[in-house]
């Protein structure tokens, strides 16, 4: 049946069937000419002499040829001088019908510098199946190529860095449940240090490594855990058992979502070592220090009882009252030593335990009856020795006085004693006697006790004033001044 037999209206429409298909072929090769024209990357035909017969924007783009300048002209142009036999081996891959997808290489632009490209090339056949030409697609990915470079020396400064750190640094998974997993990554101290190949700790994890003696591990990485961060000491053992004491940092942090543990082990085997020296070192000087403060303490009750001894021979009541007080001064400072003999802070004593000690003391040296009442309201206060002896001749002198002078005839009455601290030490002692008289003055006063008191006060610092109403009271007020520990 040929075109004349058929119905007009058949005709028709077979005639628009076609032109429906040949607007939609046109219709496509607009759209992939259209990308063809836009895309960033080179589009180039060359036919199987190596002749570029196509070039696209893109290409002018990323080699610098207008398409006017590149067609017709060998592709050896683009190619560097030491790489012309790459045109060949492509060349010879895509008449065998063979594709080639992303290859990496180097291209020449127009004004002589060099692109790095991604090439994928592909064979053209004809309606019988023949290749007849090449189609190419080159990337520019230099910028690429650069992020990869800078990667990789990022990559090989951290490796640097991470093995020539003098620290073992150690890299494992937390997995649920809090528990940590094997190491993932470990460094070359790390395997020197304990004696390992990496491959060997990479099949470890922190508790392969730690001494069982170590009790504070898990409680360590409860706290990891928990807080982000630890640092603590632990034990750590080499391959031959070696124990090798460690200061372990830990920080928790996220890599691709998965929760990682970084841990750098400072060996501090040197640091034990200077410790337990300085240990002994010190154990020694508090020995000698105490074995000090014995000779003092047993020098000042020589010196006492010396003078207690000569004090028989003297004949003339005054010069016998002096003997007899510079005893009891003296027996004041030996107690201040006795008690930081006995202390474990050999540079402090608890002076309100020496108060009552040496009050009770004097009472009992002077006090004949029970006419006089002790009121003692002191704390448990440290002072150290550069202040408490000083005080404590200052409260032998004051209490003596007292209990001397302020109740004649066994008059009856009270002694209170104070020692407290709020900013500043507040230190007083107050009678209810007869009182000094109305034109004295502490600070003209001409006996040795009173002179005395008012040397020390001078000497710690102290502000000092007597009130005289209802018997006498001296205040005194003071703040403790850091002394050097010299000790060391």
Known sequence: MNHQDRDP??????????????????????YLKSIVQNTEDAIIGIDLEGTIISWNPGAEKIHGYTAAEAVGNSVSMLIPPYNTNEISLILAWIKNGERIDHYETLRRRKDGTLVDISLSSSPVRDHEGRVVSVSTIARDITNHKKMELEIQESEEKFREVFNNAND?????????????????????????????SREELLEMGLEDIASKE??????SIKLITSEGTATFESIQLAKDCTPIPVEISSHLFFHRGERMILSIARDITRRKENEAKLRKSLEEKELLLKEIHHRVKNNLNVISSLLSLQSKYIKDKAALEVFKESQRRARSMALIHKMLYQSIDLKCINFGEYIQTLTEELFGTYATGDNIELNLEVGDILLDINTAVPLGLIVNELVSNSLKHAFPDNREGEIIVEFNKNNQYHFSVADTGVGFPEDFDYRKANSL????????????????????ENGSCFKIKFSEEKFTDMSL
């Open 449 to 468: 006790g009173m002179r005395l008191v008012n040397t020390l006060v001078d000497q710690i610092n102290a502000t000092m004033e007597v009130h005289q």
């Open 168 to 196: 073992a640094i150690f890299l494992n998974p937390l997995k649920v449940g809090g528990k940590p997993g094997k190491f993932i990554e470990v460094n070359d101290v790390a395997c020197q240090r304990l004696g390992y």
């Open 9 to 30: 209206e058949e005709l028709l429409s077979l005639l628009r069937e076609k032109e429906g298909k040949l607007q939609k072929t046109m219709e496509e090769l607009s």
């Open 214 to 219: 170590d009790l504070h591990l898990t409680e």
